[in-house]
């Protein structure tokens, strides 16, 4: 087994999250480490190699499997990631919903670090999270690109971070206010946003061009009704004007359509 690669198991977990974790495995080919999917004994058939126990467990505590990493005992050779409420108490790390993913690959890179450390490669004590930044600088540096979204439900959110997570962009910032959505834009770059235009408790068209001028390359993209099918003419026409005037790519209808939103993200 190659000594830049971790493997790692995956429990449970829906489609979404699925989709994300699948996508920060593909990413990592290209870097060091690679993370690299395990499932008994898929991955050693799959490379031709002998694999050991996969390195660590990532466990959706709310599927029925957790059961079973629950009562198992912690064994030094491999460390539990746990995803939700109740961990058992050889967790070595315990996430919450939603996953905040660059935690996530934070902890994957403190695996390989462990690993390099067992090797005499460097002196490591991993037995507490790394920050991932340094706060007085402002900024969060990331492996993976970022998209911010604005006002939107939890159906939607969910949704759309699918999407997002199949156009390989993992890393997701929530807003429901305008502050928020300003600290957030203050302290990240994005390469899309997508705002809901149709909450009266935002300032939505302000925060687009917001976003635009803090952003010139990214995807800025405004959800609404009245960009469906059943929106109406002139309400269409308005937020079309609204759209050129902030800098707002592109409108799409609210529920978002599948191929609508491809058609724009398959650009990122």
Request: with cysteine; hydrophobic share 40%; glycine share 6%.
């Given at each position: 087994?190659?000594?830049?690669?971790?493997?790692?198991?995956?429990?449970?977990?829906?489609?979404?999250?699925?989709?994300?974790?699948?996508?920060?495995?593909?990413?990592?080919?290209?870097?060091?480490?690679?993370?690299?999917?395990?499932?008994?004994?898929?991955?050693?058939?799959?490379?031709?190699?002998?694999?050991?126990?996969?390195?660590?467990?990532?466990?959706?505590?709310?599927?029925?499997?957790?059961?079973?990493?629950?009562?198992?005992?912690?064994?030094?050779?491999?460390?539990?990631?746990?995803?939700?409420?109740?961990?058992?108490?050889?967790?070595?790390?315990?996430?919450?919903?939603?996953?905040?993913?660059?935690?996530?690959?934070?902890?994957?890179?403190?695996?390989?670090?462990?690993?390099?450390?067992?090797?005499?490669h460097?002196?490591?004590?991993?037995?507490?999270?790394?920050?991932?930044?340094?706060?007085?600088?402002g900024?969060?540096?990331?492996?993976?690109?970022?998209?911010?979204?604005?006002?939107?439900?939890?159906?939607?959110?969910?949704?759309l971070?699918?999407?997002?997570?199949?156009?390989?962009?993992?890393?997701?910032?929530?807003?429901?206010?305008?502050?928020?959505?300003?600290?957030?834009?203050?302290?990240?770059?994005?390469?899309?946003?997508?705002?809901?235009?149709?909450?009266?408790?935002?300032?939505?068209?302000?925060?687009?061009h917001?976003?635009?001028?803090?952003?010139?390359?990214?995807?800025?993209?405004?959800?609404?009704?009245?960009?469906?099918?059943?929106?109406?003419?002139?309400?269409?026409?308005?937020?079309?004007?609204?759209?050129?005037?902030?800098?707002?790519?592109?409108?799409?209808?609210?529920?978002?359509?599948?191929?609508?939103?491809?058609?724009?993200?398959e650009?990122?």
């Amino acid at each position: 087994m190659s000594s830049n690669q971790v493997y790692v198991s995956v429990v449970g977990f829906s489609d979404v999250e699925r989709h994300a974790l699948n996508t920060i495995f593909r990413l990592s080919e290209e870097h060091e480490p690679t993370y690299v999917p395990w499932q008994s004994g898929g991955a050693g058939r799959r490379t031709g190699m002998t694999v050991p126990d996969a390195e660590v467990a990532l466990v959706d505590g709310e599927c029925a499997e957790a059961v079973v990493h629950r009562a198992r005992e912690a064994h030094e050779s491999q460390r539990l990631i746990w995803v939700g409420a109740n961990p058992p108490e050889h967790a070595w790390r315990v996430l919450e919903r939603p996953i905040h993913w660059a935690s996530l690959l934070s902890d994957l890179d403190m695996v390989y670090a462990a690993k390099q450390a067992d090797s005499g490669h460097i002196d490591l004590d991993i037995s507490s999270p790394s920050p991932l930044a340094d706060d007085s600088l402002g900024l969060r540096p990331s492996r993976f690109r970022r998209a911010l979204i604005v006002g939107a439900n939890a159906d939607e959110r969910l949704y759309l971070k699918g999407r997002l997570a199949l156009a390989a962009v993992i890393e997701i910032d929530e807003a429901q206010t305008n502050e928020q959505a300003m600290e957030r834009m203050k302290r990240y770059e994005y390469v899309c946003a997508v705002f809901n235009m149709d909450d009266s408790q935002l300032d939505a068209w302000m925060l687009a061009h917001t976003f635009r001028q803090r952003n010139p390359q990214a995807i800025t993209l405004g959800m609404s009704a009245h960009a469906g099918p059943l929106g109406d003419w002139w309400s269409r026409r308005r937020m079309e004007k609204s759209s050129r005037r902030t800098g707002v790519h592109a409108l799409v209808a609210k529920p978002p359509r599948p191929w609508e939103l491809a058609r724009w993200l398959e650009d990122l």
